[in-house]
């Protein structure tokens, strides 16, 4: 299947810088992103330039005169689009901005046949921007994101001797290489938490393009995998795989036959003795180890389940993760139910 060719176009004084590594990260697992572009007078916009280098975001510069308007820039990102579309092999367009102005631009791209997606922040985008894209990407700041590797997740920072040492992976490096390969999943990753090998590997290589496996001593992509204990892989029929981050619960309290909970009992503390020590705390790490706003529903009772010690949270004391989220009050404070899936609150 040929890669499809992504151009991405920001408006930088609509959006700015924050968010924009988490975009070009889940973009990458979409397909091969060959231009990237952020408009500004950057005479002005001095903060961020340094954050777009280390992305390799090109700063197209629009000087804007004390008579010009306050679109320029916008006027600037639409002609390249246009100029794009003519002379570029370009099969989906990004148009990075709230606003929405860039409805015409979009529906003219999508009536010439290419998809665009959309992406701004979610407090000032219309309606009408939104539904004209074929998808749309709230931005979110960029976070620091807290990785507990020592704890939550054991890193095969040596393969053992009988396998061959590699003297390539440091702890630091090997660190490093869990965070790659954590946020590689996150943009590859299907509704039921999965990610398929092939596409994992590219969209590793997009991210950090200096990652390569037989640095580390693998003659496969594969082998590199298997031997990362902070992930599980599937083989499937043929060369088939996927991959999926572990989630390593604490230690359980001893298993002790549950107590069925009235429906008007929603408060988990007086049934304590029925449950794994920290239940609570552990299912809300998990969904929060996902690192995403939504949460398929399939997976989140998944996660749940593995925490309570069910096979299916349908056999547990609470059957549906709305009995669950009513049974907890730090769970009801930090997720909700939409539709077929768990939604972390604002």
């Known amino acids: 299947m040929t890669d499809s060719n992504i151009a991405i176009l920001i408006d930088y004084e ?16 979409l397909g091969r992103i060959i231009v990237k572009r952020a408009y500004a007078d950057w005479s002005s916009q001095r903060k961020g330039q340094e954050k777009l280098i280390e992305l390799g975001i090109e700063a197209v510069h629009n000087y804007r005169g004390v008579r010009s308007g306050k679109n320029s820039c916008d006027i600037k990102l639409t002609i390249d689009t246009v100029e794009l579309l003519h002379n570029t092999p370009i099969d989906t367009f990004v148009i990075v901005s709230s606003d929405s102005d860039f409805v015409p631009l979009v529906n003219h791209l999508r009536g010439s046949g290419k ?25 979110k700041p960029l976070e620091v994101k807290k990785r507990n590797t020592k704890n939550n997740f054991i890193s095969r920072n040596n393969r053992v001797s ?32 999965n990610a398929l090998g092939t596409k ?58 549950p107590k069925i909970l009235s429906h ?40 749940a389940a593995n925490i309570l010690g069910f096979k299916r949270l349908s056999d547990s004391l609470f059957p549906t993760l709305d009995k669950l989220l009513d049974a907890s009050k730090l769970l009801k404070s930090n997720w909700s139910r939409n539709k077929n899936s768990v939604e972390k609150k604002k």
């Open 14 to 29: 609509n959006v700015g810088v924050e968010s924009l590594q988490n975009l070009t990260e889940q973009l990458s697992g």
């Open 115 to 139: 998809s665009v997606i959309g992406a701004g922040r979610r407090a000032v985008t219309s309606s009408t921007m939104v539904k004209s894209c074929d998808r749309y990407i709230f931005l």
């Open 162 to 193: 009988e396998n061959g040492i590699s003297s390539q992976e440091s702890p630091d490096n090997s660190n490093s290489i869990t965070d790659l390969l954590s946020r590689a999943i996150e943009a590859t990753i299907d509704d039921n938490g």
């Open 200 to 257: 994992l590997a590219q969209t590793m290589t997009r991210i950090d393009p200096s990652f390569n496996y037989r640095d580390l001593g693998f003659s496969s992509f594969r082998d590199f995998l298997e031997s990362r204990n902070e992930i599980s892989v599937t083989l499937h029929e043929g060369t088939d795989f996927t991959v999926a981050m572990k989630v390593i619960a604490k230690p359980q309290a001893p298993n002790v036959k």
């Open 264 to 303: 008007n009992n929603r408060d988990a503390d007086s049934n304590s003795e029925s449950l794994p020590i920290n239940w609570e705390t552990q299912v809300d790490e998990a969904w929060n180890g996902r690192e995403k706003e939504t949460i398929a529903g399939r997976t989140a009772a998944k996660d």
